[in-house]
């Protein structure tokens, strides 16, 4: 599901960043929308809106060009496809399901009922198709797994008079769910009949199922549902197979009904609360891109880490930085894991990686240098004791410790003149088998 959209960023995040790259990105971009199916004219305002934006705006300190344009990229497809994530409710309620043939709402009653339960909830499903030969046994037999309260009435053929009954026996229930009958479509008997099971249940959440591989038809089926019930929610179903993904939610964010879940498969927990922000993160490949911007507010971006780790000229004061770099970020892995390509490396365990009392330590200690003592280690080469006393007393911790800590900055300085050889490190021209190599070097350092 997609794919290309991943490889078109990943292509843009592997090259250097100027204007024509971040036009070949919005081309790639909309070949990869419009082949997952989202509305062409959709596709259009959006690409429109992403360059315009990436090539005229400011970039905002703190953040690298390409990292800025990504962030773009990122905020408008989330903008696109839902904004934000629509939080269950935790008080009682009813839910009646609805869609044609099909869809996936008997399949997504239980995954609903099982994510309720699993949450500690009680809940209760009505099986209300008497459409459908064996429906209510369908429902039984994969409530069963689960261990769901099923109510049906064999060989009833009011579906009205089964909701009652059953709304009274899961009176106490928190949830109860109503399973309802399909048509291959929205006729006359199934408007009726949907509106009356809707009167007697009065229902909390009406969501209408659909499958992904409908693509755009979504977005009228979605109208006229909406129009007979208010609908409250969608639940996407099939999405694990359907390359068309993208038509069905455009089409929903047309309709403007907010998608709620998304089934990604057969079993029963292959259900997700749909969440805008996460789902783009994925569809983009790029991690957990939210939380790295976030990261880059407080602390700073991992471009930028990555540059400092990378710079040579290495004193006291930029050694104690890079330290506090990768202990703010987490680790080094974690820099890794924020960095497009990153997360497909293993990181060494340990590298870079200094213990919180270690790090304070080394801070009190070069406090107690001189100002000349922090810029200008070559000064401790001579290895005089009275300079390696004088510290450790100022700071009053060992001479171990200031022995300690001067040697893991000979070690520290030495990788870092190595990674430096490593040409072409800069801005725009990381890639994995750079990195790769890079790191190699870091491996046994520490
Ligand atoms: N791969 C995949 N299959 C699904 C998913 N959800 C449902 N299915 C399958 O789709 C088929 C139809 O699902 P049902 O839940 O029976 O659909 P329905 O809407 O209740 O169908 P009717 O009652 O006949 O209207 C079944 O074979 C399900 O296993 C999903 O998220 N992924
Ligand atoms: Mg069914």
Not at 48 to 62: F, M, N, Q, T, Y
Not at 170 to 193: H, N, Q, Y
Not at 386 to 412: C, H, P, Q, W
């Amino acid at each position: 599901m997609f794919e290309s959209l991943k490889e078109s960023l990943s292509k843009f995040t592997s090259g250097g960043v100027n204007k024509k790259a971040i036009k070949d990105l919005v081309k790639d971009l909309q070949r990869s929308l419009i082949q997952s199916d989202v509305n062409v004219k959709l596709v259009f305002e959006l690409s429109k809106r992403i360059e315009e934006k990436a090539l005229s705006d400011k970039v905002p300190s703190g953040l690298t060009k390409r990292e800025y344009v990504v962030n773009i990229v990122y905020e408008e497809l989330v903008q696109f496809l839902g904004k934000e994530k629509v939080e269950i409710s935790t008080g009682k309620q009813r839910i009646l399901m609805l869609g044609l043939f099909g869809s996936g709402k008997t399949t997504s009653s239980i995954k609903i009922a099982h994510f309720y339960k699993s949450k500690g909830f009680t809940v209760g499903v009505i099986g209300c198709d008497t459409w459908r030969p064996a429906a209510l046994k369908q429902l039984q037999q994969s409530a069963k797994k689960s261990k769901i309260d099923v109510f049906g009435i064999e060989k009833e053929k009011n579906p009205v008079k089964i909701v009652k009954k059953g709304m009274n026996l899961f009176a106490d229930k928190d949830v109860v769910i109503v399973d309802s009958a399909g048509r291959s479509a929205l006729d006359s008997e199934l408007s009726d009949e949907l509106k009356k099971i809707d009167k007697v249940l009065n229902a909390d959440e009406k969501f209408l199922v659909m499958s992904a591989d409908i693509g755009q038809a979504a977005q009228s089926q979605a109208e006229e549902f909406n129009k007979l019930v208010g609908l409250s929610g969608v639940v996407v179903t099939k999405m694990d197979s359907s390359a068309k993904a993208g038509g069905i939610l455009s089409a929903c964010h047309v309709a403007d009904v907010k998608i709620r879940f998304i089934g990604m498969g057969e079993k029963v927990d292959d259900l997700e609360l749909y969440d805008p922000v996460r789902f783009v993160s994925r569809i983009l490949g790029m991690g957990d891109l939210e939380s790295l911007l976030e990261k880059a507010k407080e602390a700073m971006d991992p471009q930028d880490a990555m540059d400092l780790l990378q710079s040579g000229d290495m004193n006291f004061e930029t050694f104690y930085a890079q330290l506090e770099a990768v202990n703010k970020m987490g680790s080094l892995q974690k820099i890794m894991d924020m960095l497009p390509f990153g997360n497909k490396m293993k990181i060494p365990k340990g590298s870079l990686e200094v213990q919180q009392d270690k790090m304070k330590e080394w801070k009190i200690i070069i406090d107690s240098m001189t100002k000349v003592e922090k810029k200008s280690p070559d000064l401790f080469k001579d290895s005089k004791r009275s300079r390696f006393e004088r510290i450790a007393k100022g700071s009053g911790k060992s001479m171990d410790s200031v022995r300690e800590l001067y040697a893991n900055f000979k070690k520290t300085k030495k990788m870092f003149k190595q990674m430096k050889k490593l040409k072409g490190l800069g801005e725009g021209e990381m890639d994995e088998k750079k990195m790769q190599k890079l790191l190699s070097k870091f491996k046994g350092k520490f």
